[in-house]
């Protein structure tokens, strides 16, 4: 298996752009989670699913934030509009909790808002 | 909610050993995993610990406490290549498991 497979690896943008991260989950795998990396606030979850269907959103720090998970195979994060202090790292992981409990990470999606 | 602590930076002699400490409070907790992610790259697991206990792998372990809610990872034979930020996660949560992490240990290996 190639791993957790996230696009595009950087990603700069205007204010106001809508920006749209994409992930493709380990095959096998039940859990997807999004996590925002900055120096200030460390490794944030912003969601997670399960079987395709989220779970927890209550990360997620705006209404600006959107995350869909549409089949097993690919789920997206959507900002809309983008502002400043979105910029970050942004990585999405997969797993087998309750089977497996190592997390697999993509290799982050680097988004800087101008 | 769900806090966790940890040191923000260590430094170690290469050869040397070192300890990160977590402690965590949170509800349905499930159990402890520790992450190292060099600069620029993303987190690899290292290690889960369920159990109360030492687990073994290599030149790191792991402990855990529940009723301390604490646990450490050590790194023996210190490498400059283990120059990298580690985090302690919990998993946790009701029926579904969520990954909460720390907010990370920056560890500098010096000659």
């Known amino acids: 298996d190639a791993g957790v497979i996230q696009s595009p690896r950087h990603e700069v943008t205007e204010m106001g752009q809508e920006v749209t991260l994409r992930c493709k989950p380990i095959?096998?795998?039940?859990?997807l989670f999004w996590y925002r990396q900055t120096m200030m606030r460390g490794l944030e979850l912003l969601i997670y699913?399960?079987?395709?269907?989220?779970?927890?959103d209550s990360g997620m720090p705006e209404d600006r934030f959107s995350a869909k998970m549409p089949n097993a195979s690919f789920s997206t994060l959507k900002i809309q509009p983008s502002e400043p202090r979105d910029s970050a790292v942004y990585f999405c992981?997969?797993?087998?909790?309750?089977?497996?409990?190592?997390?697999?990470f993509g290799s982050g999606t680097q988004l800087s808002v101008l | 909610g769900q806090s966790l602590e940890q040191p923000s930076e260590v430094t170690a002699v290469e050869g040397a050993i070192v300890q990160i400490n977590c402690t965590y409070q949170?509800?349905?907790?499930?159990?402890l995993s520790w992450y190292q992610q060099h600069d620029g790259g993303a987190p690899t697991f290292l290690s889960y610990?369920?159990?109360?206990g030492l687990e073994e792998t290599g030149r790191f372990s792991s402990f855990l406490s529940r009723s301390d809610s604490y646990g450490y990872l050590l790194l023996q034979e210190l490498q400059m290549k283990d120059s990298a930020s580690y985090f302690c996660?919990?998993?946790?949560?009701?029926?579904?498991?969520?990954?909460?992490f720390g907010t990370g240990t920056k560890l500098q290996v010096i000659p």
């Open positions: 992981a997969s797993s087998s909790l309750g089977r497996d409990e190592k997390l697999f």
């Open positions: 095959s096998g795998h039940d859990y």
């Open positions: 699913f399960n079987n395709n269907v989220p779970i927890d």
């Open positions: 949170t509800s349905g907790f499930y159990g």
């Open positions: 610990n369920a159990l109360d």
């Open positions: 996660a919990v998993s946790h949560g009701g029926g579904y498991q969520k990954v909460t």
